[in-house]
């Protein structure tokens, strides 16, 4: 059965940092791309970033345009979690923040990174990030 777990949220202020983790369990973690999304309170889901998700090349990584600079993705895969690393935290940052996997195959499927969540087929329950003014 697959598994994914975030953890990490919190209430932080302005100009904060948070790192998020995904634990994944049940698949082998080589052979999927993880993604990073986030949901507002009335918004649409988003793609934040995602690892090993072009091309189906392990490692690779990408980031939504709009959010590249303040986001960092890594794993570590031995322990199979990947992190999101969250430096200058704003308000408009706050959200529901969710990890997905999906085989890294569908990249080629799909074509270009996998950052749609539409591409995902395994979602984590999400942990809340919250960030004051």
């Known amino acids: 059965e697959v598994q994914l777990v975030e953890s990490g949220g919190g209430l932080v202020q302005a100009g904060g940092s948070l790192r998020l983790s995904c634990v994944a369990s049940g698949f082998t973690f080589d052979d999927y791309a993880i993604g990073w999304f986030r949901q507002a309170p009335g918004k649409e889901r988003e793609g934040v970033s995602c690892i090993t998700c072009r091309d189906g090349i392990k490692g690779t990584t990408y980031y939504a345009d709009s959010l590249k600079g303040r986001f960092t993705i890594s794993s570590n895969n031995a322990r199979n979690t990947v992190y999101l690393q969250i430096d200058n935290l704003k308000p408009e940052d706050t959200a529901d923040y969710f990890c997905?996997?999906?085989?890294?195959?569908?990249?080629?499927?799909?074509?270009?990174?996998?950052?749609?969540?539409?591409?995902?087929?395994?979602w984590g329950q999400g942990t809340q990030v919250t960030v004051s003014s």
């Open positions: 997905a996997a999906a085989h890294a195959s569908r990249s080629a499927l799909y074509g270009g990174p996998l950052l749609n969540p539409f591409e995902y087929t395994d």
